[in-house]
């Protein structure tokens, strides 16, 4: 059974136009975590929140926001998205963060046109 | 340069052939983890590592951390087509830890295994 579930699974939009990725969990976790995974390049931290607490890596564009509104369901907001959005977008949880496994899910992927 | 590096960056094996890829790490790890993902797929948990010395086993794939060495290997017995895909490695990168488990990866290793 799918743990950590991503909507949709392939996302067109244009530039500038705002788009929504969407991440939920069974599991119950504590922590939610967005990745950014370009083509052939290692996923990268954007922002995580652990419960309701919002936390941004500082290198993460403003033009990516996020919002969590209940433990089950998270959300990834690019507002204006660029050429050079288009990517794989990550969602991972873990039960605490320190030191736990991070499970992923299937993944989005994100063409800008 | 990269905190994770991962050698080599792809492999080509015959199915049946054993192989090892390795992740060395600039600075000291504090747990390391391994995952497999398939292109254009998410990351799927392999294993975690977390003390020195300390070594897992999950049907033919095997992972070691050697923490003086700051290096993790992963091999794979009698591999076979399914076990193709990116192998990456990750870990804490901050000293001691980030309360929130913040993952650094590896490039990636890109295995391919020929029938």
């Avoid at chain 1, 033009?63 to 089950?72: A, E, L, V």
């Avoid at chain 2, 052939?17 to 993902?37: A, D, E, F, H, P």
């Avoid at chain 2, 095997?62 to 870990?91: F, N, R, V």
Wanted: proline share 4%; hydrophobic share 30%; net charge neutral.
């Amino acid at each position: 059974d799918a743990m950590v579930i991503q909507n949709p699974r392939y996302q067109v939009t244009q530039f500038g136009k705002p788009v929504t990725l969407s991440c939920s969990q069974t599991l119950n976790h504590n922590v939610m975590y967005w990745y950014q995974q370009k083509s052939s390049q290692a996923p990268k931290l954007l922002f995580h929140y652990y419960d309701k607490d919002f936390n941004n890596e500082a290198d993460t564009p403003d033009n990516f926001q996020s919002r969590r509104p209940n433990t089950s369901f998270c959300f990834l907001d690019i507002r204006s998205p660029g050429l050079g959005d288009a990517a794989m977008y990550l969602c991972a949880t873990s039960e605490d963060g320190y030191q736990e496994t991070q499970y992923f899910g299937p993944g989005t992927r994100l063409l800008v046109l | 340069s990269q905190e994770l590096e991962q050698s080599p960056q792809s492999l080509i094996v015959q199915e049946g052939k054993n192989l090892t890829i390795n992740c060395t790490s600039s600075k000291t790890l504090y747990g390391l983890y391994w995952y497999k993902q398939k292109y254009g797929e998410g990351l799927i948990f392999l294993m975690m590592l977390q003390k020195g010395g300390e070594e897992k086993s999950h049907e033919k794939i095997t992972a070691k951390l050697d923490e003086k060495k700051q290096q993790s290997s992963l091999h794979i017995t009698a591999s076979q087509p399914s076990h193709a895909g990116i192998y990456l490695c990750g870990a804490d990168m901050e000293a001691g830890g980030t309360s929130y488990g913040k993952l650094t990866f590896g490039q990636g290793t890109i295995l391919t295994v020929h029938p």
